[in-house]
C-alpha cells in the first residue's frame, strides 16, 4: 500500500525536482518546436548522401556522388556565386543607407519627425516578399512607372524586370527596414554624454560618428548583417518573380531540382552546401567582431 | 539638419512606401491589366478578388494558419525568453544558438525538412501544420520582443511578490506576465502579420486546397495580368497599417526603437 505521506514525499520530490529545473523546463516547448524541424533538417542532410533512382526516389547507400555534382556543374556554382555576390551588395547597401537612416532617427530632437522616419520604416516592414515583389513588377514594367516615364523620354518605353536591378531593388526594399530596426535599438544604448565629451574635447561632428559612435554600434551592425545576409542569400520569391527565371538564386534552382525534376538527393545536397557556407559565413562574422551573442541581451 | 540629411532621408521614406502607393492605386484601375498611371477610376476589382474563389480560400487558409500560429507562439516564446533570463541553464549560450536555428538556416531548407517530417505524419497540405511551421520559422522575433521586456522589467517586483508570501506560480501569473505584457502583444502582433505574409515556408508545405493567401498570389501573378492581384496586395497594405496603428496604441511604435 501506498501512504498519503509516501505520495505527500512524492510530491514534494517532484516539485523540487521540477523547482531546480525550472530554467529548462520552460524552454521545453521552444527547444521541441524547432527540434521538429532539425529532426526533419537532419533526415533532408542524410538524404543528400544517398543514391539517385528514377522508381524509389532515393537508394539509401552512401555517396558524395550528389557533392560533386553541385560543385561540377556550372549553372549550380553560377547561381551561388550569383547569391552571394548580390547578396553581398545589398546588404553593403542596407548598411551604408541603414546605418545614418537609424542614427538620425533615434537622435533627432523632434518627436514628430522622429515617429514619421519610424512609420514610414515599420509599414514595409509588415508587408510580405510577394506584395512588395508585385509592387517593384508594376513599377520596373514595360507598361509601369519606369515604362510611361521613359515612354514620354526616349519614345521607348525600358523595362527593369528580369534583370539583376529589379532583383537587387526587391531585396533592398525587404532587407533594408530591418537593418535599420536592428540597428535602432544599439543606437539608443549609445549614451549621448560619450557624444558630447567627444565633442567638447574638439572632435568634428564626423570624427565623432566615426570613431565614438559607430564603434559602439557594432554589436548592432553585426547582428543586422548576420540576420540580413542569411534571408537574401536564401531568397526565393524576388529572383523568381523579378528575376524571371534569368537570375535564379540557390533557392531556385534547389526549388526546381526537389519539386520539378524530384531528384531529392541532388537538391538536398545542393541546400546543405548553402546552410553550410551560410554558417561559416555567420561564424567569421561573429568571430571578426568578437561578439559572443547577439540574441537575448540579458544583463 | 543640413538640406543633403533631408534629401537623404526623404529619399529613403520614398523608396519605402512609392511602390506601396502605386499598387494602392493601381488597385483603382478599371483596366482589365495592370498600369501606371491607371486607366480611369473602379472598384472593380475588389469586387472580383473579394468573389473569387482563388481569394475567398486564400484568405481563409491564411487566416486560420496565422492565428494558430499566433496562439502557440505566444505560451512558447513567452516562457522561453523568460527561462533563458531569469533562470539558471547551464546551456544558456548553446541552447540560445539553437533557438536561433530558425533565422539561420534558409527558409527553403526549412520548408523542406517539415515537409519530411509532415509526409511521415501525413500532414501535408494540413493547415495546422502550416501555423506550427510559421509558428517554428518566426520563432525568434517573438523571443526577442519578450526577452527585451523581461530586461526593462524590474526583478524587485517579483522578490516582493514572493517575500509577501505568494508562490512562484501566482507571482509568474500576476505580476510578471502583465509585465510582459507590452513585449508579448507586440511580439504576437508580429507573428500573426508575419504569418499572414509568409511565403516561401508555405509554399513547400501546401497543396492546392490549402493554400494560403500569399501562395495564391504569387499563382496568380504568374498566370494572370488582370488587376485584382492589385485589390489583394492594397488589402495587405491596408492591414498593415491597421497591425501598426494597434501597436502604436498599445505598446508605442517607439518601444522598436529601445
New interface residues.
Partial sequence: MVSDSDIGSFKAKMYAWA?KR??????L???I??G??????F??SLISFFKYDIIQLFIPEFTLENYVRVFTTEGVVNSFIRTFTLTAITCALCLL?GI??AY???RTKSLLL???????????F???????A??????LGE???LG?VTLQLFHTPVSLINTPYAVLMGL??ML??MTI?LI??S??AVSEYTEMAAQNLGATPRQCFFHVVLPQLKPGILGAL??TF??G??E??NPD?LGGGVFDFV?NV??MM?FNAVNYPY??AM?MV??IT??AI?YIILKLGKI??I????? | MKWYTKIFLIGVMLFFVLPLLIVLICSFTSAPRVSFPPEGFSIQWYFTALSSAWFQTGLKNSLIAASFCTVLAVPVGMLASYGLLRYKIRARNAVQVYLLLPFTVPLVVQGISLLFIYARAGMVGNILGIGFALMEINLPFMIWSVSSAVNRMDPNLENASMSLGANEIYTFLHITIPALLPGIMSGGLLMFVLGLNEFVTSLMLTTIWSSTLPISMYTRIKTAITPDVAAAAAIYIVIAIIAIIILDRTVGIESYLK
Fill in positions: 523547482k525550472t530554467g529548462y523546463l520552460l524552454t516547448p521552444a527547444i518546436a524547432v521538429i524541424m532539425t529532426v526533419g533538417l533526415y533532408f543607407i545614418p537612416y538620425f532617427m533615434v522622429k515617429r514619421v522616419l519610424l512609420l514610414m520604416t515599420l509599414v514595409p509588415f508587408i510580405g516578399e510577394i506584395v512588395k508585385y509592387a517593384w513588377l508594376i513599377i507598361k509601369g512607372l510611361s533592398l526594399h533594408l527596414p530596426l535602432a535599438p543606437v539608443t548576420i540576420v542569411a534571408i542569400a536564401t526565393y520569391a518573380l533557392a534547389m526549388y526537389i537538391g538536398a541546400g548553402l546552410v551560410l554558417s555567420v559572443g551573442n540574441f537575448v541581451r540579458g544583463r
